[in-house]
């Protein structure tokens, strides 16, 4: 069974969501799509964590029955300056907590077995991001939390040309700044956000044709819409309706 946890308030800003999968008799397979997050996974059965690094597009998955997984959905412009490697080395992969964070940050996280009771890891997870988002307040990159930021309000219709200049940096130095600390091209990372709006779009509002929905989101047209969708969920746009 799969759940999903929203933070306190006071880490909502960086963390997205809680989950927790757990009670699955049999070996399930599914869909994941792409959100501009990074996912800390915990497998409490086999006492071991990994990231599932940032996602370009949709990827395959396979749990084994009777999973015991808890995991953290950073916003992945929040998780940069925690890890000890540029994120665009993760992008699309599975990596072990140990490169990511120091050794003796993941002593508490190793407590995350013992405990019974579903808010007791949580808030043991909570603490411990808490700690090491303080700690790594020095390594923020400022302007390229305000890129995305701006990216995300304005729902992916942006020019990256415009950003650099806005930012006062050439555009070949913010998008190194930005996939190195992000794990995407500020290009996917936009195509992705604008995806999200549609996807959003086409399921709230089923009345508006999809052609609208198109134009409102930033895409060229419908074909352009359908091979966006495609190309970054595997299913057509009226999938999502």
Same mark, same amino acid.
């Given at each position: 069974?799969?759940?999903?946890?929203?933070?306190?308030?006071?880490?909502?800003?960086?963390?997205?969501?809680?989950?927790?999968?757990?009670?699955?008799?049999?070996?399930?397979?599914? #869909?994941?799509?792409?959100?501009?997050?990074?996912?800390? @996974?915990? $497998? !409490?059965?086999?006492?071991?964590? =990994?990231? *599932?690094?940032?996602?370009?597009?949709?990827?395959?998955?396979?749990?084994?029955?009777?999973?015991?997984?808890?995991?953290?959905?950073?916003?992945?412009?929040?998780?940069?300056?925690?890890?000890?490697?540029?994120?665009?080395?993760?992008?699309?992969?599975?990596?072990?907590?140990?490169?990511?964070?120091?050794?003796?940050?993941?002593?508490?996280?190793?407590?995350?077995?013992?405990?019974?009771?579903?808010?007791?890891?949580?808030?043991?997870?909570?603490?411990?991001?808490?700690?090491?988002?303080?700690?790594?307040?020095?390594?923020?990159?400022?302007?390229?939390?305000?890129?995305?930021? #701006?990216?995300?309000?304005?729902?992916?219709?942006?020019? @990256?040309? $415009? !950003?650099?200049?806005?930012?006062? =940096?050439? *555009?070949?130095?913010?998008?190194?700044?930005?996939?190195?600390?992000?794990?995407?091209?500020?290009?996917?990372?936009?195509?992705?956000?604008?995806?999200?709006?549609?996807?959003?779009?086409?399921?709230?509002?089923?009345?508006?044709?999809?052609?609208?929905?198109?134009?409102?989101?930033?895409?060229?047209?419908?074909?352009?819409?359908?091979?966006?969708?495609?190309?970054?969920?595997?299913?057509?746009?009226?999938?999502?309706?």
């Amino acid at each position: 069974m799969y759940q999903e946890i929203k933070p306190s308030e006071r880490l909502n800003k960086v963390i997205d969501s809680f989950w927790t999968f757990s009670k699955n008799k049999n070996c399930e397979n599914f #869909k994941v799509l792409p959100d501009t997050c990074a996912d800390l @996974i915990f $497998d !409490l059965k086999q006492n071991k964590g =990994i990231l *599932l690094g940032i996602m370009s597009n949709y990827q395959l998955r396979e749990l084994a029955a009777e999973s015991d997984l808890i995991g953290v959905r950073f916003k992945i412009e929040k998780f940069g300056s925690l890890s000890k490697i540029p994120l665009d080395k993760t992008k699309n992969l599975r990596v072990e907590l140990s490169e990511i964070f120091p050794a003796q940050d993941l002593e508490t996280v190793d407590r995350l077995a013992a405990l019974e009771n579903r808010k007791d890891k949580i808030d043991l997870l909570e603490k411990f991001i808490e700690t090491s988002v303080k700690q790594n307040t020095q390594r923020q990159d400022q302007m390229i939390l305000s890129v995305a930021e #701006k990216i995300r309000s304005w729902k992916g219709i942006v020019n @990256i040309g $415009d !950003l650099a200049n806005f930012h006062q =940096i050439s *555009l070949r130095q913010l998008e190194r700044r930005f996939k190195s600390y992000i794990g995407l091209t500020i290009k996917e990372f936009t195509n992705i956000v604008r995806f999200k709006n549609a996807k959003k779009l086409i399921n709230s509002i089923p009345e508006t044709s999809l052609l609208e929905i198109a134009f409102d989101s930033g895409f060229f047209d419908h074909s352009h819409m359908n091979y966006e969708f495609n190309r970054i969920s595997g299913e057509n746009p009226s999938y999502f309706r």
